[in-house]
């Protein structure tokens, strides 16, 4: 079959997106890392039963647990006690803007996510326990609406400023008469020739804006193996 879908120009697109995203985060990394992550504290909320999904109940992908296996996008948690299983710890800001995530391991916090936005893009940048940098995301919104998000997962042995990509995902999200959401997504073995498979798929939407799993058609599959 003729190979409908250039690979190159997705990894070179998702290259710009991870370095624009790595200047940005070198740009904000002291501001990170004095503690000066300043803003006016609102809510805060807790989710429990979340499991390998970034941010977790807050994850910014329609449908990602639907398309990814054992990960589950979890609840928000209506009160907290002592034996509550909390997985997420959520911190917005007094404009209802999410600002810190983060995630728990064996109760103990085991990464935490800073989060910054600009005019119709939010940044997310995950530090672990030992202040290396882990995971680096990029939403992009059109009235309201998210219509791209990249996520790479980044080494975490002695990070630089400049950490080597393990894996990136990035995601496309086109909508139809209100309802349905045409996803399609790459996912990417590293920065250079690995691997590579995307996908299409159709959902009907929730009144949330989430995709309804029962509702998922695969329209189109392809990959690419490494030279």
């Known amino acids: 079959m003729k190979n409908h879908i250039n690979f190159d120009a997705a990894l070179e697109k998702c290259k710009l997106l991870y370095q624009a995203a790595l200047k940005k985060y070198n740009e904000k990394l002291d501001e990170i890392n004095s503690e000066q992550y300043n803003f006016e504290e609102g809510a805060e909320e807790f989710a429990i039963n979340s499991r390998y999904m970034h941010r977790g109940y807050y994850c910014p992908s329609p449908a990602l647990e639907h398309t990814v296996v054992n990960i589950k ?33 064996n109760g103990y916090v085991s990464k935490t996510e800073y989060i910054f936005y600009e005019e119709g893009k939010v940044y997310g940048f995950t530090i672990g326990s030992d202040g290396d940098l882990i995971n680096v995301s990029v939403e992009q919104y059109e009235n309201e609406k998210i219509t791209s ?23 496309t999200y086109h909508y139809e008469n209100e309802g349905f959401l045409y996803f399609s997504f790459f996912d990417m073995q590293g920065d250079r020739e690995g691997p590579c498979t995307y996908y299409k798929y159709r959902f009907s939407l929730d009144s ?10 695969l329209l189109h599959r392809e990959s690419k193996l490494s030279n």
């Not at 080597?164 to 995902?169: G, Q, T, V």
């Not at 949330?208 to 058609?217: I, Y």
């Open 149 to 171: 998000y990249f996520w790479s997962y980044c080494s975490c042995s002695g990070c630089s400023n400049n950490p080597e990509i393990l894996f990136m995902r990035y995601e």
């Open 208 to 217: 949330n804006g989430k995709a309804l799993g029962d509702t998922m058609q």
């Open 73 to 105: 996008r979890g609840t928000i948690a209506k009160r907290v006690t002592k034996i509550t299983r909390v997985t997420n710890r959520y911190i917005f800001d007094t404009e209802q803007k999410l600002r810190i995530v983060e995630e728990f391991y």
